[in-house]
């Protein structure tokens, strides 16, 4: 046992690192034995309350979803009605199978656990004696003794990582000031008190709060833990009450709170079991400097960021002993950079050094937060396995890592087909050199692992029902296409934004930090991490040499792309053309092989929105049907076009994911063909265009697509992010300050946004544009939906719609099909070629394995709109039968 600054004691003997994080029950009772037999206090107590969690989240498990599926519809504003009877279904559920004779030996297994984990977090604020060692042990030993009295699910289930002692650089000194507050502002020490942690983190830091309370001389104390949106465990409510009829207290804490819900909720239920909100005390750690306006209500004992221990481990002083103990020589200089402590809030701290080695060497060394305890060393582990691929790690000490820094600028921008080689490397090596006994994250539905993420973006093709259809039908698929024959740790944060260009390679930094994190995504499939790089890459050439590298099937390289790209989205990074591309270029992989355009075929004119593609996934994607009717309009010889108001690069990238010989982009503005464009807009009209941009830029509740160069795309963010066309008031006003200029301009409103318009032009002068260089004189066959569409229509030999087709388009005299969306693009394209596309030798698609039908299932849901959703349901149904023969 050694000290270090603050004089805590600190293990000093052989430590614990883990590469995977994510044990199961057996596992952490195993390394607690041998944590507690090497007299390890700090990773003795982390395992101690980590099993714990494991057997509370158990007893309180939700059971067929139903708690999921409660909050989903209240975060939805569905009627409070549906959401009550689900969480009241889920509670009589829960109150049924408690009885069961496993469930209370699961209860004594927990209370057992939960005394050594007691006694171990009071030790860890008081240097424990050899006595206690031996009592922890034998206790340890019992608890591995009695796992076969469990249930077998229970002895295999997976702990979920504290946020407060993985992500956020919290420490128990941290909770130790917590309860010093809280004894300062309520001093009498005959009055119990209960410590409530808000699971998962509060399962880590009620016991060491309660445990500095005892520490303190409190006479009466007692730590146990909640989890959000459950009812109280009746031993958990009958403590509350005691405590409070005698003039208690409750304590709720958890980590940083960013809306504090689940604390309210907490609070909440403790006071609907008769407790005063008087009683009730909140023990808050801030990012920031004030709780959340939700918490307002509650009395409240706070510790703002700035006043967390981890601030003192970056101190000069600190670093000094620290890097010395971690090279066994004093250094000889440190000295902070300025301008480099950086921290965003609910992440690592970091600071960076300039140093000097003790051999002189002058270095850049970052200081960062790790985690506590095993949690944090998990970066040793790391940096072991891939150390040719990262910075020089030094070592980790007191929860903060200390690597070479990399300089700004060397960050990697951009990459190219030359780089792909040592990014797949990188995946490949860390793969080989982190083995996973099993692919965990296969078990965690519920806790948005990766393959549940990318399930959350396919449910969305089903509409409302997908939220009921996504845990029994979908999460089925989409966990048996992710399953990996080889799991590893992977690194879960492979963005291009993650690496540096050195002299002669790349090197790849927060490479410890986002596996295990706070924001979930769980994954053992270094398909995953080769996805990441560049998910929806707008090099098709660049994603093609990323696979031929590390070769994995195209059905879990898109699913990981789309599970990154969602999760950028929750991040405020909406990537929606990365996701349209992503879909593209698997279409094009696993459909588009063997055909090719026409030299000398008759023209086919498609719109685009609407009529090829749904945005139903929360960005613009062709469904698999519109795919297979390009496909079978290329097979049968003829040259379809995409003719559209989407902006150029959007139609130049469709044309050359699909092999299309052009197309007409931003509403007739522009012309794509033979990789060129070609504008279309006279000088009158490109300068009434401009006037609108300015006047629309100076405008704060407007966003201005910058995509859309030869016309002005704008709208307004609606709730949920959600974009809106503007306003006709807002609209008219526009048009009133460009003046002259409006006569040069027509407006169409869309869904989603309202487009201004050079009025020379349309779809039906973009289509003879481009039919022009095709060397064609007419259109044989056309397909829109919309009034902007009817110059097309009109130009066309033969014109349909599909059967969403507006109003204008209805009394134009265009035919109107029965079928809606895509599936009415292929009921047109049927009616040109003589059969359903893929019907015949000539067009039909490739063979493809189970795990490609499944997926263009999956994808090809909203190919007929809400309408033609219960035959989506019954096709999805049927792969879920076939999966699980």
Sequence with gaps: MRHSHGEKPIFDGDPLVVADLLSDLAEVVHRLIDRVAAHDVLDSYLLAAAAVQIVEDHLQRDTFALHRAASYLRDRGTATVVPDLLGKVATALEIATSSRAAERRAIRWRDAAATLRDAAALHVVADPTEAEFELWATAAVRLRGSLPSLDRDLAGAVLRIPSCFRSFDQEPADMVALATRLRLRYPDRGRPVVVLGVRTSGNYLAPLVAAALRDAGFREVHAETVRPGHRLRPPVRALVRSASWRGGRIAVVDDPPETGQSVADVASAVCRVGVPESAVTLLLPLFADTPPDTLARYDSVTLPYREWAIHDRLETEAVVRSLSALLGRPVRSVSPVPHTGVSRGREHARTVFDVGLPDGEPRRIVAAGAGLGFFGRHALAVAHAVSDHLPHTYGFLDGIVFRDWLPTEQRLRAAGTADAEQLASYVRDRAAALPAGADHAAGLAGRQPAWEAASRVLQRNYGRAGVALRPV???????????????????????????????????????????????????YDPAYDLAGIDPGSADPAFAESLRREMPCDPERFLLYELAHLWDREREGRPLHRAGARAVQHYLREVLFAGVHAAADGAVCALDVDGVLESDALGFPMATPTAALTLRALLAHGFRPVLVTGRCLDEVRERCTSYGLTGGVAEYGSVVFHDGAAHDLVPRAGVDAVARVRDVLAARTDVVVDADYRRIVRAYRHGSGGVHQALPAAAVERVLEQVGGAASHLRVIAGDGQTDFVAAAVDKGTGLAALTARLGVDAVAWAVGDTAADLPMLEAATVAYSPGNADEQVRASGVPVLRRRYSAGAAQAAALLIGHRPGACERCRQPAHTARTRTLLTLLDASNAGARGLPVAVVRCLSKVAVSTR
């Design 473 to 523: 039908l979908l999460d089925p698929l989409i966990r048996r296409l992710c399953e990996v024959a080889e799991p590893s740790v992977v690194d879960g944060a492979t963005g291009l934004d993650h690496w540096f260009r050195g002299a002669t390679r790349l090197y790849k930094v927060d490479a410890d930090v986002r596996d295990f994190a706070n924001t979930d995504l769980a994954c």
